[in-house]
């Protein structure tokens, strides 16, 4: 009885140990998200398709959608501005209003761009 009695206590330490732990855990991944403010320069992926490079000018401005929640609906966080071309992959754009994380996507029309961070 006494063995039983010093397993249960054992085991109950170690959870109320873990337990701020893994919490402490989960809020250090959250503050490591970059979040871009306006005015921040960043670099928009897209595929390499013609198509892409056809809709997209340098100077238009596009709108920036976060997908959240388990049924994974967008929601405008932003806006940025094409600055220039970069490579086969890459446009260079200035966040113009919003606060933008990396992953999040751009969208004009049929093409969407991934940001991401500014090299």
Do not use: C, W
């Amino acid at each position: 009885m006494k063995k039983l009695t010093v397993m249960i206590t054992a085991a109950l330490l170690s959870m109320a140990v873990a337990a701020p732990l893994t919490v402490h855990a989960a809020e250090k991944k959250a503050k490591s998200e970059v979040v871009m403010k306006m005015g921040n320069k960043l670099h928009l992926f897209h595929s390499g398709n013609v198509e892409a490079q056809k809709e997209i000018a340098v100077g238009d401005v596009i709108f920036v959608f976060r997908e959240s929640g388990k049924t994974r609906q967008s929601k405008e966080v932003g806006q940025v501005k094409v600055l220039s071309f970069i490579g086969e992959h890459y446009f260079e754009a200035e966040i113009v209003k919003g606060e933008i994380k990396i992953g999040d996507i751009a969208k004009k029309d049929a093409t969407s761009l991934l940001v991401q961070p500014a090299k």
